[in-house]
């Protein structure tokens, strides 16, 4: 046949045999409207064909051989399908295969018109031409095709303008040279399956480089799958663009030269698979943004995005909201020359190595661990807070020795389930106060010293824990003449400790500091921190009402308030070498275990109650409590050697309690209860149930000045001496 047009509305064409139209000479097949049916055969072409009319629909309902091939070869648009409604095949079962050997032509083909979804309505198409040049469309034309494959042969491939394909996209070798525009065109490579997978092979053609825009599933919910390890972009900053679907690494990595972005609300998805990773070699850009990430997935054992590119400022934005840890990808910074990054948002594992590496102080939070190659990065200072937020098992944070082991910027722990480890000393901050927040989770100091110039505060009724290990501590190191709270923890409600907990205040300057230790809602015993003040100025005040396990106040030229309306409860010892110490209300010591001291410095404390069911108090010094009571309700009481002042000794109850006089003087001067109209510098219940007590070798001296009874209830134990020698007028 040496030409046909095809032009009848509601009609049929089928084949009957394979078709050959033209020979050497150029011919024209017209497509205008009506059905044409390959049925099965092959339908070769010498020539040009015309279906821009846009009204033909074609279909194979025959065999499996179902082609159209082109063989013309010389320079012309040797096929036109550039329709904007829908046409061609209705049942994707038709394949366009494109000849010719002629290596001085160019030859165009518009397979369809990228004008929306177009998966229903495209051919496959196979490049098989030997020589030439093979134009797709033209620079201001997007074209669509299902399947494309280009065979390995010694031909350019010209992709002016956008691509959109609906199946796979196959180069099978390293001949053919696929061209893509200069910078600055509007050209973008669509993968745009709408169902099931669509697969990327270029086998090694331009070392697996794709060098455009690329837009996966801009049509559609289907996977787009690597096949092997896949370039965008070489030297022209590129954009890769996720819409919906799934882009599936299939245990590859994807390298961009340019940006990727993804912030739409389509429900789409990243499959990293066990090791897959998103390299990123251009810096000076955004390279990542996915800060509307509505209705993102994140797959994979260790979804890591990396930036290799160097030079200026590399920004990562990503979406805080509705991030979890099962959702959120790694980031590596292995830029190797002057480059600096913004991180915002929320991520995985951040690992910055040991280059020249400038990371900006931004808003982020943290799913998994931190880690600093070394000392050459640099972590900007700032008000930003990073926040770790880990939900299941234990994350790392490593400095590696950067700055110092320095954070000099505030940082939250808040992850239900979480623990985040030490790997050596920590600094957060150095001369601008920091604030550490616990909210949630546990901070494991791994046996290491976690110092905060500034603040620690963790003032609320979540599950927490600080794991200090045995020699693990944190040290408040704030200075300056500022008044702060620097231990705010006045709800501990659900607070524990493991270890030996420990907290050092330090610090020069004339600040007023002060700690607030559950003087709201208390943790107990198993939640109380020990305190050591190692300050030589300024003021420490403990809220009214808190309490502490261990209290080591040596730090002279201080003074300390303990309590402002109510004293301290203490959960093990007392050691004090303050210049000044003041107490207010009732200290209670109430440890349940072990053998606890206590030693006052020769400070006068107000009243003081021992109440620990199985711990033991021990004085270390004489105790002198001036006219206030000393109140015995549990546990054991051993006085030593040492004398004790007070205004009397009160322990009327039945609880199970030993006291242990030692061989001190017990001077009781006030009686600090009255009992038939008296007044008892020494209350023992009657019968002393409950009460064993030891006399040892300690006097008793009652020197209360009265007019009323001053009286002694010994509970009919046995003492020593006891001596009357107040100047009062009353009875004895």
């Not at 409207?33 to 309902?61: E, I, R």
């Not at 396990?549 to 004090?576: A, D, E, M, P, Q």
């Amino acid at each position: 046949v040496s030409q046909s047009r095809y032009h009848g509305a509601g009609g049929t064409w089928r084949l009957g045999g394979a078709l050959t139209v033209g020979t050497s000479t150029s011919r024209a097949i017209t497509m205008t409207s009506g059905t044409f049916d390959l049925y099965g055969y092959d339908f070769t072409l010498y020539g040009t064909w015309d279906q821009s009319a846009g009204g033909m629909t074609f279909n194979n309902t025959g065999g499996t051989t179902n082609r159209i091939i082109l063989t013309l070869d010389t320079t012309a648009t040797v096929f036109n399908g550039n329709i904007g409604a829908p046409a061609n095949p209705t049942d994707g079962n038709v394949t366009v295969r494109v000849l010719g050997s002629n290596a001085a032509t160019s030859r165009t083909y518009f397979p369809a018109r990228a004008s929306g979804d177009r998966s229903a309505s495209v051919m496959n198409w196979e490049i098989a031409a030997t020589a030439g040049t093979i134009n797709i469309g033209t620079l201001a034309s997007g074209q669509a095709y299902n399947n494309l494959t280009i065979e390995n042969n010694n031909i350019t491939v010209y992709f002016p303008g956008p691509q959109m394909c609906h199946g796979n996209f196959t180069v099978n070798g390293t001949n053919p040279t696929i061209s893509y525009p200069p910078t600055g065109s509007s050209q973008i490579f669509y993968f745009a399956g709408t169902n099931g997978t669509q697969t990327i092979n270029l086998n090694g053609n331009a070392s697996n480089t794709i060098d455009c825009d690329v837009y996966f599933n801009y049509y559609g919910t289907g996977t787009v799958q690597l096949t092997h390890n896949l370039n965008i972009g070489v030297a022209i900053s590129r954009t890769v663009s996720l819409g919906q679907g799934t882009l599936d690494l299939n245990e590859y990595n994807l390298t961009i030269y340019g940006g990727f972005t993804s912030t739409n609300t389509n429900t789409r998805t990243v499959d990293f698979g066990s090791v897959s990773k998103i390299i990123m070699t251009l810096s000076g850009i955004t390279v990542w943004n996915t800060s509307s990430a509505t209705n993102l997935s994140i797959l994979g054992t260790n979804p890591l995005i990396q930036l290799t590119g160097t030079g200026g400022t590399a920004a990562f934005s990503m979406n805080n909201a509705g991030a979890t840890e099962s959702n959120s990808f790694s980031i590596q910074l292995s830029s190797a020359t002057t480059t600096t990054a913004t991180i915002t948002g929320s991520i995985r594992d951040l690992t910055i190595d040991n280059y020249d590496i400038t990371l900006n102080n931004n808003p982020r939070t943290i799913y998994g661990s931190l880690t600093v190659g070394g000392t050459t990065p640099v972590l900007t200072a700032g008000t930003s807070v990073m926040t770790f937020a880990a939900t299941s098992g234990t994350k790392t944070i490593n400095l590696n020795g950067n700055n110092s082991n320095t954070l000099d910027f505030p940082i939250t722990f808040n992850g239900v389930g979480g623990t985040w480890q030490l790997q050596h000393a920590l600094n957060v901050g150095t001369a601008t106060s920091r604030t550490v927040t616990l909210t949630n989770g546990t901070l494991d100091l791994n046996n290491y010293t976690f110092t905060i110039y500034g603040i620690f505060s963790s003032s609320n009724s979540n599950a927490r824990t600080i794991a200090f290990g045995s020699s693990g501590k944190i040290v408040l190191s704030l200075a300056g003449t500022t008044a702060t709270t620097i231990w705010s923890m006045a709800t501990a409600t659900n607070f524990t400790v493991t270890g030996t907990p420990l907290a050092e205040v330090t610090g020069s300057g004339t600040l007023a500091r002060t700690i607030s230790a559950g003087s709201t809602n208390p943790a107990g015993e198993s939640g109380a921190v020990s305190f050591s003040l190692l300050t030589s100025a300024g003021t420490t005040t403990f809220s009214a009402g808190g309490e502490v396990k261990t209290l080591i106040l040596n730090c002279s030229g201080t003074t300390v308030n303990l309590g402002s309306t109510t004293g301290l409860t203490f959960y093990g010892s007392l050691t004090n070498t303050a210049s000044t110490l003041n107490t207010v209300g009732t200290s209670i010591f109430a440890a349940t275990s072990g053998t606890n001291t206590i030693d006052t410095g020769g400070a006068t404390f107000n009243d003081i109650t021992i109440n620990g069911v199985g711990g033991t108090f021990v004085l270390a010094n004489n105790l002198n409590l001036g006219a206030n009571n000393l109140t015995f309700t549990n546990g054991t009481f051993d006085a030593s050697s040492y004398n004790v002042t007070a205004g009397g000794l009160q322990s009327d109850n039945t609880n199970t309690r030993t006291l242990n006089m030692g061989s001190g003087t017990w001077t009781l001067s006030n009686g600090g209860g009255t009992r038939n109209g008296g007044s008892q510098p020494w209350n023992i219940n009657d019968g002393g149930t409950g009460l064993t007590l030891n006399k040892q070798t300690a006097n008793i001296v009652l020197s209360y000045v009265s007019t009323g009874a001053t009286e002694f209830y010994g509970g009919g134990k046995t003492y020593n001496n006891v001596t009357f020698s107040g100047s009062g007028s009353g009875l004895c």
